[in-house]
């Protein structure tokens, strides 16, 4: 078993950073496979369903970063590692763990995942995905209303109670311990040359 190389793309809450993700892992296929960070969220199933929607899920704590650690270190041998899956209607954790056959390279995305100085050590390259705030509300109120059925108002009160003030505290402080900064909507020479790159360092790693 050979060790990957992994890489992150963080960025805040509809910035485009599981856009980015997607497109790496598409155009590296088959040397490259996904991890979201949000299927590590901390299961709510204990809590009664009324409450859970207290819960700030643009914080940091939300996370399960033992369950994160642990699939970390798994990664790190090469080894194959089931990763949780969550389902965000509910705030629960998924039965079934998603089987993942570690690949050359892995490409994970998240809010916070160059937050953890741990975690950070780990990643061989990091892009922060930079948006503007209102590109942000837009693209997050969009995707929170189609597939996770939440009501537009409900999306927008979250944001601004929520999602901004914890991307100004947790999130923006990790451009600056990024690798790349690239704006959103990532342009196709850009997408082009971060793909050569981690080819690159593919290569590199055997």
């Not at 598409?26 to 996904?34: G, I, K, M, S, Y």
């Not at 369950?67 to 705030?91: C, K, N, W």
Request: glycine share 4%.
């Amino acid at each position: 078993m050979r060790r990957p190389v992994q890489v992150a793309i963080i960025g805040g809450s509809g910035s485009g950073k599981t856009w980015l993700a997607r497109k790496l892992t598409e155009r590296l296929a088959p040397w490259a496979a996904r991890i979201s960070l949000d299927d590590f969220y901390h299961d709510l199933s204990s809590r009664p369903a009324a409450h859970r929607n207290q819960v700030n899920f643009d914080d940091p704590a939300a996370i399960d970063w033992t369950e994160v650690h642990a699939r970390m270190e798994q990664l790190e041998i090469g080894a194959s590692v089931r990763l949780p899956q969550y389902d965000f209607t509910s705030h629960t954790r998924r039965s079934e763990r998603a089987l993942f056959v570690t690949p050359p390279v892995v490409i994970w995305d998240g809010l916070w995942l160059l937050h953890p100085a741990r975690l950070r050590a780990q990643f061989a390259f990091s892009v922060f995905v930079s948006c503007g705030l209102e590109e942000r509300l837009r693209r997050r109120s969009e995707r929170d209303v189609r597939e996770r059925g939440r009501s537009l108002e409900s999306v927008q009160c979250q944001f601004l109670e929520h999602v901004q003030p914890m991307h100004e505290r947790f999130v923006e402080p990790q451009r600056h311990q990024a690798r790349q900064i690239l704006p959103s909507p990532v342009k196709t020479e850009q997408l082009d040359k971060l793909v050569q790159l981690l080819l690159s360092l593919k290569c590199l790693n055997g």
